[in-house]
């Protein structure tokens, strides 16, 4: 672990680029091969499996708990978490907190069982730690997982991160060393920080927003080569830094979130652009697409508002998911369940709002935490989900240690299982 820090330390400052391109591009190349065969082996994996119903008629149940893991050993409540994301095959999840580091947590066997003594004792907290943690050296700006990682495949067990002053880091989800880094130059030669990022659907290119600028890499080929495209041509594109990249699943398109409180459309194969959406209140701090690629939920900063739009026809908004998030200036994430009937969202209330995005109706909401739950995310094929809550509290000097101690459920990041519609 001590390697992987001082080489993500020393990789914004490497200075025989050539090397590290020669030393790294055989892993890079390996974790990117085979893309079209993993592509079909993956949608026949889809289309023989039978995604669950889930069935909202009953609260989930928590199975896991973690909060000990997030707690800062001087001040408990200096450190919160700010996201969560699950892996592509499930066997694990990946926080980001405050005091820069990812860490890695496996789901345990008996999640996978019907009836755990971790269901029959709800709410008591996990004793093991995350069984892997990544250190950056500065505030992680966003991460995302390798879209056809497999915990069995070491080549493909990778996720990128990217954080302030830092080149995008390539990282071993199985190790926790460092792979390879992407890096981007501005006009003064200086390396400058992706504000988002993200794989394409196949795994070949990897896609990072800046200022008014898409870069997209080359997965097979890290270091500093990139294409750039400028967003802002024409004067309608989002004119802000980009704040989120989600792909199509379907149909070739990609859509990118701004601080400009727009939302733009493009093209994948050559960054056409082909809308640009207005409506958000805040800066747009996610945008994600349906399962089926007909329709995107964009949410922004201090909006208490998620939008639905029809790519199809983008002239109006289809409907408004509401949320508890108009005060805060944190990101709150929301994600689809793999069915794709289902959409929940986190709050600053606590609470975990889901869905029916048929036409928009709310079905269910629980309290998942006691602060803030700023991450939500789906199991990719089990009835399962995970959250994460924190936000930033700011003490007095002279506040007693009772008084700046932490709750169970404050900071905290767990797992729920939800039931299923042939189980009831």
């Known amino acids: 672990m001590e390697a992987a820090e001082e080489q993500a330390a020393a990789a914004p400052v490497a200075a025989d680029c050539a090397m590290e391109e020669d030393a790294s591009a055989e892993v890079a190349t390996s974790a990117a091969a085979g893309e079209e065969d993993d592509a079909a082996a993956l949608a026949a994996a889809e289309a023989a499996y039978s995604w669950p119903e889930l069935s909202f008629d009953l609260p989930p149940r928590r199975l896991h708990h973690f909060a000990d893991q997030f707690r800062a050993p001087r001040s408990p409540a200096d450190n919160f978490l700010k996201g969560v994301k699950w892996s592509p095959d499930g066997s694990s999840f990946l926080t980001s907190s405050d005091d820069n580091s990812l860490r890695l947590f496996y789901l345990p066997e008996d999640a996978y069982s019907a009836d755990t003594a971790a269901e029959a004792a709800v709410g008591a907290q996990d004793s093991y730690g995350a069984s892997l943690q990544v250190n950056e050296g500065e505030p992680v700006y966003d991460f995302c997982w390798y879209p056809y990682m497999s915990v069995s495949d070491p080549a493909t067990c990778v996720f990128a991160s990217t954080s302030r002053d830092h080149p995008i880091h390539l990282w071993d989800a199985a190790t926790g060393e460092l792979r390879c ?23 070949s290119k990897l896609f990072a927003g800046y200022n008014k600028s898409i870069r997209v890499f080359d997965v097979h080929r890290p270091g500093r080569d990139f294409e750039e495209y400028s967003l802002a041509k024409g004067g309608e594109g989002p004119t802000g ?16 979130g701004s601080y400009s409180q727009t939302t733009a459309v493009y093209a994948e194969s050559n960054m ?11 800066g747009v701090t996610q945008v994600l697409f349906s399962k089926d690629g007909n329709y995107l939920y964009t949410g922004g900063r ?19 998911l509401y949320r508890s998030c108009d005060t805060t200036n ?5 994600d689809i369940e793999p069915c794709g009937k289902h959409l929940a969202t986190g709050g600053q209330d606590g609470m975990v709002h889901i869905y029916d995005l048929q036409g928009g109706q709310w079905v269910t909401g629980f309290q998942a935490a006691a602060d803030t ?24 000097e002279d506040e007693s240690e009772e008084e700046s101690s932490l709750s169970g459920d404050e900071n905290c990041c767990s797992v ?9």
């Open 416 to 424: 729920w299982k939800f039931s299923c519609s042939q189980e009831t």
């Open 241 to 256: 830094i980009v704040s989120s990249i989600s792909f199509s699943p379907q149909n070739g398109m990609l859509a990118v």
């Open 373 to 396: 739950v700023n991450g939500f995310s789906f199991h990719p094929y089990l009835p399962l989900a995970t959250t994460s809550s924190g936000h930033r509290r700011f003490g007095m």
């Open 302 to 320: 201090k909006d208490p508002y998620i939008l639905c739009w029809d790519i199809r026809n983008t002239v109006d908004i289809v409907y408004k």
């Open 272 to 282: 056409e652009p082909l809308y640009v959406l207005h409506g958000q209140l805040g």
């Open 330 to 334: 944190q990101r709150v994430q929301f």
């Open 181 to 203: 880094t992407y890096r981007a130059y501005d006009a003064m030669d200086e390396i400058t920080a992706a504000l988002s990022i993200s794989f394409n659907s196949t795994g």
